[in-house]
């Protein structure tokens, strides 16, 4: 066999699986190309050329058939290893504008995959792809920052650290504003000439805006041009020149204060989201021998043992082995209702134990730990950012050059073609222009509002992945569920056996509990909960033979030389035995021995408390369609469809025709509207993956459900989608609240500014007042409780 290699495309944004087979045609029929796989699933092109081919020209070929057949998909080569991945303290960054700019040059780094910067929590997230240039792109990244922003000292994150954000008041600032502000009182109060006039203004100035012109200063040594420091000395030194002295101390005077109110209020928002997730625990009481030992949840290992005294927050995923207590769940799922435990009970990190004393046996190591888990989502959710958020990066990235020009052509072109017009009048003109040209208001508020928007589900006991899905939970209107374990309890109870008395020495009940014995689905556990209450003892292993599962029908098994077979009707259908046809409100179980029938049990599964109102709901709020899509039968299916109130049922399902179905769905959906997939995240990851968000029923221990959803709710009810979907509309709403009233208050004074109504007072408004309001408006984000 010739030498091949083998390289791996991501398809980001590939949502069409029909498109998904023809790119897979038209790149395997390409010279060079051995073969060529599309995992629609995981949107991966598998390509595999001849060792002697140009890869990268085959690479380049794939891309344009693509492209052709795709245009808004984006192509990107997979890494056969896994990226590294960096998360750094960005300690100091003050500036959002700053703070793109940043995200920016990073991203270009050489060997950086990705870049992130969190404003809000000021975190960097670098994802690269050796960890060889690890201390290269750290290096690199401190570069960037401090030429970026002065001050801003780059530091590795602290998990383990629990330390507030500063109130955002630095006193030696307030003293010298004071003082500053005093000079400016009585330049402005008092009557003095020229010289001492302005002697008195300037020192003003310099008290009040040195540390501004110094960056500006700084700032244009190291390239950065068109930031907020240089703008406003500029506007200010401008002032000066064309003697308007009290409108140019003024200007800077409130500037800082608007800042400083805007640190205060950025600090106060960053607080909220932390308190909101403030669930890590600081240690465990390990048992060692007869001894307690305190250590870091870090250190306890699986199987250890631990003692969680009442108040203390649970640091590690186990079972109880001793003890009995009520557990505070409300840090995981915004339930109010404590819940019991006892021996034998799981038990997860981040809830807190409220009156008894337990001994825990250690199940999960703490970085595979719910709470720990459950941080890392909230925390990088940021990363995920939404088309509005990406939307106004780029905006800002145009905004401010586009104002900087507009100032000069406003102070250079009107006095030249305008008789009469003097100098000194447009350059003030233009001088109002630049105090508007930093676009802090939308770039600081509109991140916080998604991220306070998270921040916000999260206490409600709803995680969700990004601030892309909480967006697209604007735009849903068809809702799409499984049944069991969704609408359904899904803890099954036998509710009706019928025997036709054929199997010698044996009822039916004890041959569906020998062939359902190796099953660990629901429906086999209640079969064999049944036989164990009947008898009072378990099912012999020791007596089955040839064990077989039948995919999608059942089981046959040999036990005292009869061939027993348990499973649906499509199982008699395929055996050619005559069976007897059930409507039950429930799933019917045949039994068949040695080829005749035996008779059927009906396992009835039942539908949760507020499931009904929580369809009702999202009619209420216009979801259009909803719909369900489940394995069990048609007549099962049908009447908990009418119970509900469901626009459709889709029945008797393989897993692999779930996805079929909601490929079918998704094609019948507005072009702009979403479709949402809601399961138990365990059985269902593959549609799960398909839809546009996939959301986890009952998150709280599966690993599955977190893995696979977009959003996880982490209580098993319905009701919470609601939640989810009103928190995504509130969270809409506040941002472009925000988007709106800055660019509108601009977008005036830049007129009465260009008019010359507008004086440098309304200018520093329209900036700072205007960010502190956009930021006030976004903490609203965070209050979640009435919806």
């Known amino acids: 066999m010739s030498a091949t290699i ?41 390509i595999e050329t001849a060792a002697t081919a140009e890869v990268h020209d085959v690479i380049n070929e794939a891309v344009s058939i693509i492209k052709k057949l795709e245009p808004d998909v984006t192509v990107k ?22 703070a793109a700019k940043i995200e920016k040059e990073v991203g270009n780094i050489a060997g950086v995959k990705s870049a992130n910067v969190d404003f809000v929590s000021k975190r960097l997230i670098i994802e690269f792809n050796s960890k060889h240039d690890e201390k290269r792109i750290v290096d690199e990244v401190s570069k960037i920052a401090r030429r970026i922003e002065s001050g801003i000292k780059v ?36 009557s003095f000439p020229f010289w001492a006039e302005l002697s008195l203004f300037l020192i003003s ?66 607080r909220s989201i932390k308190a909101l997730m403030d669930i890590r625990p600081d240690y465990a009481n390990l048992k060692v021998g007869s001894e307690e030992k305190t250590v870091s949840p870090e250190e306890v290992k699986i199987g250890d043992i631990i003692i969680i005294k009442p108040g203390e927050r649970v640091p590690l995923d186990g079972k109880v082995l001793e003890g009995k207590s009520m557990l505070d769940t409300s840090a995981l799922t915004g339930e109010s209702v404590p819940r019991e435990v006892e021996a034998g009970s799981d038990i997860l990190s981040g809830f807190i134990n409220k009156n008894g004393l337990l001994t825990v046996e250690v199940t999960k190591e703490f970085g595979e730990s719910t709470v720990a888990k459950i941080l890392d989502l909230v925390q990088n959710a940021s990363s995920k950012k939404a088309p509005t958020e990406n939307f106004i990066t780029r905006f800002a990235r145009y905004y401010t050059p586009v104002v900087v020009f507009a100032a000069l052509a406003l102070a250079v072109i009107p006095p030249l073609i305008i008789s009469g017009a003097a100098f000194s009048d447009w350059i003030y003109r233009a001088l109002v222009f630049l105090v508007i040209s930093c676009p802090c208001a939308l770039v600081i508020s509109i991140p916080l509002g998604f991220f306070g928007g998270i921040g916000g ?61 190796y099953s660990n689905h629901p429906i086999s556990q209640s ?73 059927h049990m009906v396992i009835s599964d039942e539908v949760k408390e507020d499931a009904a109102n929580a369809l009702k709901s999202l009619k209420t709020i216009g979801i259009k369609k909803l719909v369900m899509l489940t394995g069990d039968s048609k007549a099962v299916g049908t009447k908990v469809g009418q119970a509900l109130g469901l626009d459709e049922v889709h029945a ?53 459900a977190i893995e696979a959803a977009d959003v996880v709710l982490m209580t098993d009810e319905p009701a919470k989608l609601v939640t989810a979907i009103k928190i995504a509309r509130r969270t809409r709403v506040i941002v472009w609240q925000n988007i709106i009233f800055a660019l509108g208050v601009k977008g005036i004074v830049l007129l009465l500014g260009a008019g010359g109504i507008a004086t440098m007072w309304e200018a520093v408004f329209a900036d700072v007042g205007v960010a502190v309001i956009a930021i006030l408006n976004a903490m609203r984000v965070m209050k979640a409780e009435k919806l």
């Open 6 to 46: 083998k390289k791996e495309l991501l398809l980001e944004g590939l949502d069409c699986a029909n498109c998904a087979a023809k790119i897979e045609h038209k790149v395997k029929s390409l010279d060079s190309v051995s073969t060529a796989t599309m995992n629609f699933m995981t949107k991966t092109l598998t």
């Open 77 to 98: 080569e997979k890494r056969m290893a896994n990226a590294e991945k960096k998360t750094l303290m960005l300690n100091g960054l003050d500036c959002s504008n700053c």
């Open 155 to 190: 530091a590795e994150e602290d998990k383990n650290s629990k330390k507030g954000d500063e109130d955002g008041i630095n006193r030696l600032e307030i003293v010298k504003l004071a003082i500053g502000a005093l000079f400016f009182g009585v330049g402005v109060i008092f």
């Open 205 to 270: 100035y310099v008290l009040v805006g040195g540390q501004v012109v110094l960056k500006a200063v700084k700032n244009i040594i190291r390239g950065q041009v068109f930031d907020e420091n240089f703008l406003m000395g500029v506007a200010t030194i401008g002032a000066f020149a064309i003697r308007e002295f009290p409108e140019g101390v003024a200007v800077m005077l409130f500037y800082q204060i608007g800042e400083l109110f805007q640190n205060i209020a950025v600090n106060r928002s960053r």
């Open 457 to 517: 589900a999260s206490k409600n006991g709803i995680l969700i992945k990004g601030s892309n899905y909480l967006e697209a939970l604007n735009s849903v209107d068809t809702v799409v569920f499984d049944k069991t374990g969704t609408l359904t309890k899904g803890v099954f109870k036998v509710t009706k056996v019928t025997d036709h008395g054929i199997i010698p020495d044996m009822t039916i009940l004890e041959a569906a509990a020998y062939a359902e014995s």
């Open 527 to 599: 079969i064999l909960q049944a036989y164990n209450n009947a008898y009072d003892k378990e099912i012999n292993k020791d007596e089955i033979e040839n064990y077989e599962e039948i995919s999608g029908h059942g089981i046959s098994v040999k036990v005292r030389d009869c061939i027993i077979l348990a499973g649906n009707a499509g199982l008699m259908k395929k055996e050619a035995i005559a069976y007897e046809e059930v409507d039950a409100a429930g799933t019917v179980v045949h039994v068949a021995v040695d080829g005749k029938y035996a008779g």
């Open 652 to 704: 008797e399902l393989l897993p692999h025709q779930k996805v079929e179905k909601l490929e079918e769905l998704e094609k019948n959906k507005s072009p702009k509207g979403k479709l949402v997939f809601v399961g138990d995240g365990i059985n269902d990851a593959p549609v799960l993956a398909r839809a546009d968000i996939g959301v986890a029923m009952g998150g709280l221990g599966s690993d599955a």
